[in-house]
């Protein structure tokens, strides 16, 4: 476990590099929230069963994620995640064993809005399965804040206080704990 949360930290930053970069920022602009030693790391593995009538089940509730990133892979079964596309879900095409990458509601904040994290689901299945979700997380202590040139409604919070709220709040029939870190 200690090697692949190595590897996925060394990952994440990368991929923060590659976002902010694909929006013609400082390369930094996203990672400088990062500190290589006190960053946060949580893991979650999820089993979910296998369900004889899955029309009537959820798998897990629509949520964001109260992260920077996540990495998520599965196992034993494909599909089950869905994202909310306008007003409908739609089933994301995500192989068995391969990695999809989630941009969370603190990158949405970091990039003022030019990312979105988006509101997303797990449906019941037939099949059992197993997914591995890995977020990743500046220090709780961290104040964020929106990078220029985007939405301009976001402000600065604190990793810590958002996820508290984020929390306290959910879960919500649609994106709601978001709004804590947009302007008034």
Not at 98 to 116: A, H
């Amino acid at each position: 476990m200690e090697k692949y949360i190595e590897q996925a930290r060394k990952l994440c930053d990368h991929l923060l590099q590659a976002l902010a970069e694909a929006l013609s920022l400082n390369p930094h602009a996203f990672i400088q929230n990062f500190d290589p030693e006190s960053s946060e790391i949580n893991v979650r593995v999820n089993y979910y069963p296998p369900c004889p009538q899955p029309e009537i089940a959820m798998g897990i509730s629509p949520h964001s994620d109260a992260s920077g990133l996540t990495l998520l892979t599965q196992f034993g079964s494909a599909g089950g995640l869905q994202v909310m596309n306008g007003r409908s879900w739609a089933t994301v095409p995500w192989p068995c064993e391969e990695l999809l990458v989630n941009v969370g509601d603190l990158v949405e904040i970091m990039s003022d809005g030019r990312l979105k994290s988006p509101w997303h689901r797990v449906v019941a299945m037939e099949e059992e399965r197993f997914s591995v979700a890995l977020f990743y997380n500046p220090p709780s202590s961290a104040e964020i804040q929106p990078v220029q040139g985007g939405d301009g409604c976001y402000r600065k919070v604190v990793v810590g206080d958002y996820v508290r709220h984020f929390y306290e709040v959910s879960p919500t029939l649609e994106k709601q704990a978001i709004a804590y870190a947009k302007k008034a």
